[in-house]
């Protein structure tokens, strides 16, 4: 099969033809059909991942296709099933799994990270009977390989982290994939967003998804003080959906009294939040939330989402490319100018 990869961090990345992989006992291999772009991917080709520490490594975490394998041990009912999976898959047997936490599972198998993942023909997974998604006949693989990373992280991030209601304002740090699936989010559940980024385009799309205000963070000299002033005294929810110091301070300090904030893009270990953000966080009683995936038994409010008409992840989806482009397309997030999420398509018949 053909697969991305890279054998050094930084290094080279590469379309190579390397063996097809086979299922582990409580595995499956899956034909990608569609897999997104996204920038944990390119957190991780840096290094930025404890996770991937063997060469090579190939990417990809949100994938959608067809199950052409499974394990000893898995479910054979799953063959031929048109699937997606979160990138976080639980084990299905330790205490945050039995809790229903399958998305900070202490065993957690995560594509492109604890594994070879998914810029390639075909995926090898694991915990299938717990993870893998049944897709709904009329869902796209494109619309689903958006679902496993971007909308599913910012589904869980707006509705069950940050806990947003109708009505309330919602605070859209960063408008890159997670951000502007956040938006589209937090307007299908009724809040009013502001959406916050340095550039126009993205910021016109989430205008078009269902911000009610977009500032551009380069012309304002104040972003939490404009958020405050527009809301009347702070955001009800806000989120860092992009990852640096100051993304992070001020989703923080764009918060009302005992407001949510809520953290979803990744930081590097070079990094540190802004002192300011952490005495706010104590003067105001602040609650702060991690975010890390979604859970395979959520899906199912996504699709009802979808089909009441409040959710379309094909609207997020700006460049539909082969997998030869992925090694370019990798390397060149340290610029990327454009507005919404890449999908590759692989597109090679099976032979497993």
Known sequence: MKAALYNEFNGPIALESVGEPAPTADGAVIRVEATGLCRSDWYGWHGHDSDINRFPHVPGHEFAGTVVAVGASANSSLLGKRVTMPFVAGCGSCGECQSGNEQVCDHQFQPGFTAWGSFADYVAVRYVDHNLVPLPDDLSFIAAAAMGCR????????????????????AVHGCGGVGLSAVMIAHALDARVIAIDVRDEPLQLAKELGAEVIINASRVDDV?????????????????????????????????????????????????????????????????????????????????????????????????????????????????????????????????
Not at 151 to 170: I, S
Not at 274 to 290: D, H, K, S, V
Not at 294 to 312: C, E, N, S, T
């Open 151 to 170: 909308l599913g992280t910012a589904f869980r991030a707006v509705a069950a982290q940050g806990r947003a209601k109708p009505g309330e304002w919602v």
């Open 224 to 352: 939490p003080r404009a958020v405050m002033e527009l809301t009347r005294g702070g955001a009800h929810v806000s989120l860092d959906a992009l990852g640096s110091p100051a993304t992070c301070a001020n989703s923080v300090l764009s918060l009302r009294k005992r407001g949510r904030h809520v953290q979803v893009g990744l930081l590097t270990e070079k990094e540190d939040v802004p002192a300011a953000a952490m005495r706010r966080l104590i003067a105001w009683e602040l609650e702060i939330a991690g975010s890390h995936g979604i859970q395979a038994h959520a899906y199912p409010q996504m699709f009802a989402l979808i089909r009441a008409g409040k959710l379309d992840p094909t609207r997020l989806v700006e460049r539909t490319l082969p997998l030869d482009d992925a090694p370019h397309e990798l390397m060149a997030l340290d610029d990327y100018r454009g507005r919404g999420v890449t999908v590759f398509t692989p597109g090679t018949v099976a032979t497993i």
